[in-house]
């Protein structure tokens, strides 16, 4: 029965580490917006459009202008780039045994 509850009690809180280090990690606008920018980016230059010719704060309008396609963007995640920024924002899966004490 205490085994079980230890079980249980470390199971939660490893639950409640990953939800406290995914908000922070959304709540990080900055980090938000500069891998938002990059995947756009990334995805511009899989598009037809070949990417932005000014910087991106001076595009935003030609920005909600452009269409891409879905194609596009299952192509463009294929990208090592793109993948890298998608996995650099997905929050970080938590191991039972990372958070048992040695």
Do not use: N, Y
């Amino acid at each position: 029965v205490i085994s079980a509850i230890f079980v249980e009690s470390t199971m939660a809180a490893a639950q409640k580490m990953a939800q406290e280090k995914k908000r922070k990690r959304h709540a990080d606008e900055h980090l938000l917006a500069s891998r938002v920018t990059r995947l756009i980016t990334c995805i511009l230059k899989h598009s037809e459009h070949g990417g932005l010719h000014h910087k991106f704060t001076e595009s935003v309008d030609e920005l909600f202008e452009i269409e891409v396609a879905r194609s596009v963007i299952d192509e463009a995640i294929q990208d090592p780039v793109a993948k890298e920024i998608l996995d650099d924002l997905a929050p970080r899966p938590i191991s039972f045994w990372s958070t048992v004490p040695e």
